[in-house]
């Protein structure tokens, strides 16, 4: 365990005083999402490890931003608990920090709550080297606005995530996949009229022409909704090798297409769960893709105009963003109304006075 808070102080306000831009960074393992920084000082937060505090009677868990994902996970696991926002590990090292401050969650996201819903608390340096102190690690100590869900998913732009408090669930006592035929409208339909009912859904992903639903819960709601769901039941090794690859994204669509379409480009749709399936017509590529969120998450490959598919998914009532962005070729997130990039702007001027922290990477400008 090492605490940097002081060393992490000291480089803030250095930089500070010296008009110098820092792109903060954990274990690199996201490096790649958000708009490319060009700082001119590094700040690692890798070393900045160790679980402060652990209460599993409590469900409350408190470690350090450079704590891995992979140490938490296995702390939690011996007590028969987890971490049900499900973060993606892109690499054995991700941290903690890169999780909140990315704001990613797995394929259990619809169903159990997003990062935010699980963030009780957490201690901030920001742009002046003061540490600021949100939420604690009750749900009761947030009184007024959280601002620990303003920095949770932030990407470092208003400070250092230092130390994060997070609520944690009991692992399930049974899990089940089922595997279905169904085309993207039918699954889309079917995903939707299942989540109205008390069945105990936790993922969902379809991909050419295959639905996978996965339960998780009491034995004996598990297996009554297998009964009544009816679909064919995959193996525990091949389950868990599915929704991991997805949290992950080492699953083919995404390994593998990525090495078949070059010069493509991944984008993630966000949609209404119940909008319709999108066509090739609308954009072009979208026949190749994979839904999740029981279709409020939609991955394409496409080489389809940005301006074009970010029209397609408000015309759809959603939003689209630009997910692997690593050779800068367009801002990974659609530009705000000027109203919207007001209260940025104000924010970031309100946390990082001076403008230090991973410029531009929300946001050109910002």
Request: aromatic share 6%.
């Given at each position: 365990?090492?605490?940097?808070?002081q060393?992490?102080?000291?480089?803030?306000?250095a930089?500070a005083?010296?008009?110098?831009?820092?792109?903060?960074?954990?274990?690199?393992?996201?490096?790649?999402?958000?708009?490319p920084?060009?700082?001119?000082?590094?700040?690692?937060?890798?070393?900045?490890?160790?679980?402060?505090?652990?209460?599993?009677a409590?469900?409350?868990?408190?470690?350090?931003?450079?704590?891995?994902?992979?140490?938490?996970?296995?702390?939690?696991?011996?007590?028969?608990?987890m971490?049900?926002?499900?973060?993606?590990?892109?690499?054995?090292?991700?941290?903690?920090?890169g999780?909140?401050?990315t704001?990613?969650s797995?394929?259990?996201?619809?169903?159990?709550?997003?990062?935010?819903d699980f963030?009780?608390?957490?201690h901030v340096?920001?742009?002046?080297?003061?540490?600021?102190?949100?939420?604690?690690?009750?749900?009761k100590?947030?009184?007024g606005y959280?601002?620990?869900?303003?920095?949770?998913?932030?990407?470092?732009?208003?400070?250092?995530?230092?130390?994060v408090?997070?609520?944690?669930?009991?692992?399930?006592?049974?899990?089940a996949?089922?595997?279905?035929?169904?085309?993207?409208?039918?699954?889309?339909?079917?995903?939707?009229?299942?989540?109205?009912?008390?069945?105990?859904?936790?993922?969902?992903?379809?991909?050419?022409?295959?639905?996978?639903?996965?339960?998780?819960?009491?034995r004996?709601a598990?297996?009554?909704?297998?009964?009544?769901?009816?679909?064919?039941l995959?193996?525990v090794?091949?389950?868990?090798?599915?929704?991991?690859?997805l949290?992950?994204q080492?699953?083919?669509?995404?390994?593998?297409?990525?090495?078949?379409?070059?010069?493509?480009?991944l984008?993630?749709?966000?949609?209404?769960?119940?909008a319709?399936?999108?066509?090739?017509?609308?954009?072009?590529?979208?026949d190749?893709?994979?839904?999740?969120?029981?279709g409020?998450?939609?991955?394409?490959?496409?080489?389809?105009?940005?301006?074009?598919i970010?029209?397609a998914?408000?015309?759809?009532?959603?939003?689209?963003?630009?997910?692997?962005?690593?050779?800068?070729?367009?801002?990974?997130?659609?530009?705000?109304?000027?109203?919207?990039?007001?209260?940025?702007?104000?924010?970031?001027?309100?946390?990082?006075?001076?403008?230090?922290?991973?410029?531009?990477?929300?946001?050109?400008?910002?």
């Amino acid at each position: 365990m090492s605490d940097l808070t002081q060393d992490f102080i000291g480089e803030i306000r250095a930089a500070a005083a010296a008009g110098a831009s820092l792109a903060i960074e954990g274990a690199g393992s996201k490096r790649w999402y958000g708009n490319p920084v060009v700082a001119q000082r590094a700040l690692a937060t890798a070393a900045h490890t160790g679980i402060v505090d652990y209460d599993p009677a409590e469900l409350v868990l408190t470690a350090r931003s450079g704590t891995t994902l992979a140490d938490i996970e296995s702390t939690l696991a011996e007590r028969g608990q987890m971490l049900a926002f499900e973060p993606p590990r892109y690499a054995r090292e991700s941290t903690l920090g890169g999780a909140i401050a990315t704001a990613l969650s797995g394929p259990s996201r619809p169903f159990v709550g997003g990062v935010r819903d699980f963030v009780l608390g957490m201690h901030v340096i920001d742009g002046k080297g003061d540490v600021l102190k949100f939420g604690g690690q009750v749900m009761k100590n947030v009184a007024g606005y959280d601002v620990s869900r303003l920095m949770t998913g932030s990407i470092g732009i208003l400070g250092l995530i230092s130390q994060v408090s997070l609520k944690v669930l009991p692992l399930p006592v049974a899990t089940a996949t089922l595997r279905f035929e169904l085309s993207e409208a039918e699954a889309i339909q079917r995903v939707n009229e299942w989540s109205g009912k008390p069945l105990p859904l936790t993922a969902s992903v379809w991909e050419n022409g295959i639905l996978h639903i996965r339960l998780s819960g009491a034995r004996a709601a598990v297996d009554s909704a297998i009964q009544h769901m009816r679909g064919v039941l995959l193996n525990v090794s091949g389950a868990d090798a599915l929704w991991n690859g997805l949290r992950d994204q080492t699953h083919a669509f995404f390994c593998d297409a990525a090495e078949m379409n070059v010069g493509q480009t991944l984008w993630r749709l966000s949609l209404p769960a119940i909008a319709p399936a999108i066509t090739a017509d609308q954009i072009p590529g979208a026949d190749r893709q994979l839904i999740e969120w029981g279709g409020g998450q939609r991955w394409l490959w496409s080489t389809a105009n940005g301006d074009a598919i970010r029209h397609a998914a408000r015309q759809m009532g959603g939003h689209a963003v630009r997910f692997n962005n690593q050779h800068g070729d367009g801002e990974t997130f659609a530009q705000p109304s000027a109203a919207l990039m007001a209260i940025h702007r104000r924010l970031k001027q309100t946390f990082d006075p001076q403008g230090i922290f991973n410029p531009g990477r929300l946001y050109q400008g910002l």
